[in-house]
DNA sequence: TAAACGATCTGCT
DNA sequence: GCAGATCGTTTAT
């Protein structure tokens, strides 16, 4: 395994989903493609509360689709969306409909793979969007609904150590509805931001 | 079964 | 910076 520390628990997705989300910042993300892990470090988060948050896919209820957003913490839920997929983590307890979307990490691992299976040679396109990060790690609906604490295919670490970061929280993007909350959270000094934030 | 709508990306200007 | 592409899911006939 690589030098990256230890994966995360399912207790440390059972917290509150603002807090995870900005916790989640600096972690790293890995997906282990033919036998080879690809991934980089978490730079971007939002955080999708329960039923409450109108912008929050669970906020209508359950249906067959998003079905995985209701499971236990730890749950990983692939939802499609203008024809990509996007990645989130499901977070707090099991049924309540709350998530945190992975929006962009600073690929480190693999980056020849990323760059194969997402036809794109620029380092800065490369991962910095939510559905430009599934595509380079080859997630789609298939990895719905796995679980992120034991699954031997994608896992998120730990690394301890790690460069220092200044996180800043921020609106959300792409959305119609509670446009205003910060439940957007970055590492402001990154190069790999799907969008860069106010100084 | 038809129509509308996105938690978006890309290419071109 | 902006318009156009794109397609599964949802909601409406």
Same mark, same amino acid.
């Given at each position: ?27 790293? &993300?890995? #997906?282990? @493609? *033919?036998?080879? +892990? ?13 039923? =409450? ?47 945190? &979307?992975? #929006?962009? @990490? *600073?690929?480190? +691992? ?13 380092? =800065? ?70 969008? =860069?934030?106010?100084?």
């Amino acid at each position: 395994m690589l030098e990256c520390g230890e994966r995360l628990a399912k207790e440390f997705y059972a917290g509150d989903t603002k807090s995870v989300a900005r916790d989640l910042i600096g972690k790293a &993300l890995l #997906r282990k @493609i *033919e036998n080879e +892990w690809v991934g980089g470090w978490i730079v971007e988060t939002e955080a999708y509360l329960a039923t =409450r948050d109108p912008a929050s896919h669970s906020a209508r209820g359950k249906t067959p689709c998003n079905a995985s957003m209701f499971g236990p913490a730890g749950t990983l839920y692939v939802y499609p969306i203008h024809a990509k997929y996007c990645l989130n983590a499901v977070t707090e307890v099991e049924g309540a409909g709350c998530a945190v &979307l992975i #929006r962009a @990490i *600073e690929p480190v +691992w693999g980056i020849e793979m990323m760059k194969d299976l997402r036809i794109q040679q620029d380092l =800065r396109r490369l991962t910095s969007g939510p559905a430009m990060l599934c595509q380079a790690l080859g997630v789609d609906r298939n990895h719905d609904g796995l679980d992120l604490p034991t699954d031997d295919e994608i896992t998120i670490r730990n690394p301890g150590e790690s460069k220092k970061r200044r996180i800043v929280a921020a609106k959300r993007i792409g959305i119609s509805k509670a446009k205003d909350r910060l439940l957007r959270f970055v590492d402001a000094e990154s190069d790999f931001l799907s969008r =860069r934030v106010a100084k």
